[in-house]
């Protein structure tokens, strides 16, 4: 097997490039061996970049890699080329940073054996198998009428001990009813770390990107009855005359509008839409300094409300535009209170 896997030393440091199949064929076939990668990675320190242009290969390849840049103490930014899907999406996720060409794709699709992750994600994937029963009936029975309050006294009276082992809450169903892995999606980088060098993980509240990613393993119950149990979430909450928070997310036509900032000046960036001449109508959130003062005030920034789509930005973020090989990228950083 040709090694799959390419390093550059110059002065901005080390940056390992994955161009092509992640190991196309099992790396256990031959003298290109995780060990191999890991001692190259661990020959030297400092931090790293790493460029991914792949259309996958070996989930298993991918998970190990992931696991060992998550382990190296330099920061590791991830760069997107133009393409990381299935194993080189995992190998993504490693990174302390993710930059992100606007052409980029950032694709993880559906085989029924991967669950994303490290070993603590393949322990709740597992889990998650063995729970399916329980949460295949909770689907069902909140569709059909059940309160969370009786399906939880039930599960108790039945003996059923929730995946921690412990005695089922109102609480703990609703969780499991809000929770989009059981329809197969997933939400990446839930957590984070804070410190590239303890690798302490919080939970992500929006301090970084986090990407939500349909579809990503075999769901438990269909989305069908997944979306029908949070439309029935909703009605009740409404019933009870606590629905605010749900129906406010709903109300802002454009939920990004106070959300995204100019890393050169700090203004908020405001959504316009651009009529060029080449294509006919395009969305784009710019530098509202720039759009009222013009080019004396801030050089700007603009960023495509397509580019925007693909990232789910929950926190104030800064946008910023980063040229590297002629090519324009983005970085997100969130904006400090
Ligand atoms: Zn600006």
Redesign the pocket.
């Known amino acids: 097997m040709k090694k799959f896997w390419n390093w550059v030393k110059n002065e901005e440091g080390r940056t390992l490039y994955f161009d092509g199949y992640i190991a196309a064929d099992s790396w256990y076939d031959d003298d290109i061996t995780p060990q191999k990668f890991k001692a190259e990675l661990n020959a030297s320190v400092g931090n790293i970049s790493v460029w991914l242009n792949s259309p996958g290969g070996d989930v298993f390849a991918g998970n190990q890699i992931y696991n060992m840049l998550k382990e190296y103490k330099g920061k590791v930014t991830v760069k997107i080329d133009a393409l990381a899907a299935s194993a080189a999406s995992v190998i993504a996720m490693a990174g302390d940073e993710i930059v992100m060409s606007p052409v980029s794709m950032l694709m993880i699709h559906n085989p029924a054996t991967m669950i994303f992750g490290e070993a603590a994600d393949f322990q709740s994937g597992i889990k998650m198998l063995g729970e399916a029963e329980i949460v295949e009936r909770i689907f069902n029975d909140y569709v059909s009428g059940k309160g969370t309050f009786v399906i939880a006294k039930e599960l108790n009276a039945e003996g059923m001990l929730t995946v921690a082992g412990g005695r089922w809450h109102p609480s703990t169903v609703l969780n499991i009813l809000k929770n989009e892995k059981y329809k197969g999606d997933v939400k990446l980088q839930k957590t984070y770390s804070k410190d590239h060098l303890t690798k302490k993980k919080c939970i992500n509240h929006g301090e970084v990107d986090s990407y939500y990613i349909e579809e990503n393993h075999s769901p438990i119950v269909t989305k069908k009855i997944w979306e029908e149990a949070q439309q029935v979430m909703l009605q009740r909450a409404e019933a009870k005359g606590n629905a605010t928070d749900t129906k406010g997310k709903h109300q802002n036509r454009y939920p990004l509008t106070g959300m995204l900032f100019?890393?050169?000046?700090?203004?908020p960036l405001t959504r316009r839409t651009w009529n060029s001449k080449y294509d006919c109508k395009k969305i784009v959130w710019q530098?509202?300094?720039?759009i009222k003062e013009g080019k004396k005030?801030?050089?700007?920034?603009a960023i495509d409300d397509a580019t925007l789509s693909r990232l789910t930005i929950k926190q104030k973020t800064v946008v910023e535009e980063v040229l590297k090989g002629g090519q324009k990228y983005y970085r997100y950083t969130s904006k400090s209170k």
Do not use: Q, R
């Open positions: 100019c890393s050169k000046c700090g203004a530098c509202s300094t720039y005030a801030c050089l700007g920034t």
